[in-house]
């Protein structure tokens, strides 16, 4: 599920295979709508395709000129992005990751 407040908008639940095609194209039109920022503190649990929706989220946003940033990055979420070759993947708000 997807909450916008403002310039950032939140994920609560799980992002995974099963509904990332769905929360993927929420976020599109978040990023479409202005949205800039992401909070990934609620999200329950993640797999690969979590990070391919990011890498998408984050080519939209750069189709718009724009940059997005993560905050609330779990440590499952970038220990995938760690796997991948991705650690740089979140800029800015990687400092706020919660353990």
Do not use: C, H
Request: aromatic share 6%; proline share 2%; no cysteine.
């Amino acid at each position: 599920m997807i909450r916008r407040q403002g310039i950032r908008f939140s994920l609560e639940g799980p992002v995974t295979v099963d509904n990332v095609r769905k929360t993927l194209a929420e976020g599109l039109a978040e990023i479409e709508s202005g949205a800039l920022e992401v909070d990934l503190g609620k999200v329950s649990a993640v797999d690969s395709s979590a990070i391919g929706m990011m890498l998408a989220w984050m080519r939209a946003a750069k189709k718009r000129r724009q940059s997005l940033s993560f905050f609330g990055v779990q440590q499952e979420l970038a220990s995938l992005a760690r796997l991948y070759g991705l650690s740089g993947l979140f800029p800015q708000g990687a400092a706020d990751s919660q353990k």
